[in-house]
């Protein structure tokens, strides 16, 4: 129960930072103003680990690989500490693998995130800062999917497919995950 109880609490932390760093690059890449209520937050949570970083990191391109790199750090931190937890020093070859997909898992939950709240600010039709960071944010990934499927009816339904796609590859991740661990 203890261990449950840790690993919950270090996901929880972890999933945060992680999910702010990539929030930080996703931002970056989507040229989205950083002077709004989200941007601020992201900056408070991420302004520690990112700027030594890019001390050492220069950006390829427009892709600031002290964010990714951020993020990735705190995933194998994580995971780290989960595996001495559990007494498993013959697990450390894996955990580069374990830090990837706890990577690629925090990205897909936080788009689905992003998603969710982008459809119920959809229905109250609220105009904030937030809501359009959101917008911004949500649409250049949703805009494939209304090519392929029309609004039927006059209700968009792409944030429901584009949910359901991201759910099929968290499962393809899960069994990915398990495959590779099991070797």
């Keep these: 129960m203890l261990f449950q109880i840790v690993s919950y609490l270090l996901d929880v932390a972890a999933g945060l930072l992680t999910g702010a760093c ?11 103003p950083f002077g709004n209520p989200v941007g601020r937050l992201v900056f408070a949570l991420s302004d520690w680990m990112v700027l030594p970083l890019r001390k050492l990191l220069p950006a390829m391109g427009r892709v600031d690989t ?26 450390l070859a894996w955990l580069p693998w374990l830090a990837l997909f706890g990577l690629v898992r925090t990205a897909v939950m936080g788009l689905m995130g992003l998603l ?43 944030p429901l497919v584009l949910l359901v796609l991201l759910q099929v590859l968290m499962i393809v991740l899960g069994n990915l995950q398990a495959g590779v661990l099991r070797y």
Excluded: F, H, K, N
């Excluded at 990539?22 to 989205?32: A, E, G, I």
């Excluded at 002290?66 to 780290?80: F, H, I, P």
């Excluded at 105009?127 to 911004?136: H, L």
């Design 22 to 32: 990539l929030l930080r690059l996703y931002m970056q890449l989507q040229r989205v």
């Design 66 to 91: 002290s964010c990714l790199v951020a993020a990735l750090l705190v995933q194998m931190v994580q995971y780290l500490v989960l595996l001495l937890l559990l007494g498993g020093a013959m697990g």
């Design 116 to 158: 969710i709240v982008y459809a119920v600010l959809s229905w109250v039709q609220t105009r904030s800062p937030i809501s359009d960071v959101i917008a911004r944010l949500c649409e250049p990934l949703l805009a494939p999917v209304r090519r392929v499927l029309p609004a039927l009816g006059g209700v968009d339904l792409s």
